[in-house]
Nanobody, 115 residues
Framework: QVQLVESGGGLVQAGGSLKLSCAAS????????MGWYRQAPGKQRELVAT???????NYADSVKGRFTISRDNVKNTVLLQMNSLNSEDTAVYYC?????????WGQGTQVTVSS
């Protein structure tokens, strides 16, 4: 069973940067997708960025050009570099892995952007 542990959240001023990290314990077999989602207070959880084991990436329009997702398939980690942060990026960020038809979520890490 895969477990995910996120780190790297925190408080940052508008215009600043943060890097989130997610480490997956346990084996991930076959085609899989690792990614980041976020949920702001009073809003639904939304996709931020995903990266497949096949090499494709996908970004929400709101973060394109500011956020970069990367992964290490050997270490089973996925990173999210977030630049030019603004108040609308404030949310709890969740790591996600989809593999063999199963979704696994991390516990979430808070990102707060102060204006």
């Amino acid at each position: 069973q895969v477990q995910l542990v996120e780190s790297g959240g925190g408080l940052v001023q508008a215009g600043g940067s943060l890097k989130l990290s997610c480490a997956a314990s346990g084996s991930i077999f076959g085609f899989n997708v690792m990614g980041w989602y976020r949920q702001a207070p009073g809003k639904q959880r939304e996709l931020v960025a995903t990266s497949s084991s096949g090499g494709s990436t996908n970004y929400a329009d709101s973060v394109k050009g500011r956020f970069t997702i990367s992964r290490d398939n050997v270490k089973n980690t996925v990173l999210l570099q977030m630049n030019s942060l603004n108040s609308e990026d404030t949310a709890v960020y969740y790591c996600n892995v989809w593999s063999l038809g199963m979704n696994t979520w991390g516990q979430g890490t808070q990102v707060t952007v102060s204006s």
